[in-house]
T-cell receptor
């Protein structure tokens, strides 16, 4: 079945440094979504990418969807302590009714 | 709109006990999901439903049952609780359109401990 791999598992940065997490699927995706989960909270939707090669920005966050629609990345520029949390990617195949979540990247930002 | 609500927030069960985790959404979403999240781990899909009266197994369905009698409600039943079912349970809902799953809205979660 479809698998979504996410790396790294953990990242510890100093405030102001950049951060990137990568997501790879074993199969072609129809769309990919990114979620953020704060410690003790629930996942919250950030964005959805649908088109091959798509790039979307939300303030300091940049999301990319690969040309083959099998990989994606989330880049945060100049991290802040409010960025702390776990970032999950979730892929949906053309025939799927559910999302396949990666295991997430936990980001720790120290001031 | 309240979004997705889950009850209870916390529960401690003894081995062999049963319970039902409640989930309700008021967004008229056709798709609903149950996930479990173990400490430091990702989300594993237990069951999902594409509409009232239709349910299907996810990645880890053993030990659980679901029903979907209405669009709004999607309860998760644990029949014989085991320590391996200690986890945080999230319910989610989404709209499915044009061949893809859209944004999922998550409830606040139920933290379950089985002793």
């Amino acid at each position: 079945g479809q698998q979504v791999m996410q790396i790294p598992q953990y990242q510890h940065v100093q405030e102001g440094e950049d951060f990137t997490t990568y997501c790879n699927s074993s199969t072609t995706l129809s769309n990919i979504q990114w979620y953020k989960q704060r410690p003790g909270g629930h996942p919250v939707f950030l964005i959805q990418l649908v088109k091959s090669g798509e790039v979307k920005k939300q303030k300091r966050l940049t999301f990319q969807f690969g040309e083959a629609k099998k990989n994606s990345s989330l880049h945060i520029t100049a991290t802040q302590t409010t960025d702390v949390g776990t970032y999950f990617c979730a892929g949906n195949s053309n025939s799927g009714y559910a999302l396949n979540f990666g295991k997430g990247t936990s980001l720790l930002v120290t001031p | 709109n309240a979004g997705v609500t889950q009850t209870p927030k916390f529960r401690i069960l003894k081995i062999g006990q049963s319970m039902t985790l409640q989930c309700t959404q008021d967004m008229n979403h056709n798709y609903m999901y149950w996930y479990r999240q173990d400490p430091g781990m990702g989300l594993k899909l237990i069951y999902y439903s594409v509409g009232a009266g239709i349910t299907d197994k996810g990645e880890v369905p053993n030990g659980y049952n679901v029903s979907r009698s209405t669009t709004e409600d999607f309860p998760l039943r644990l029949e014989l609780a085991a320590p391996s079912q200690t986890s945080v349970y999230f319910c989610a809902s989404s709209r499915w359109t044009s061949g893809r799953v859209n944004e999922q809205f998550f409830g606040p979660g139920t933290r379950l401990t089985v002793l």
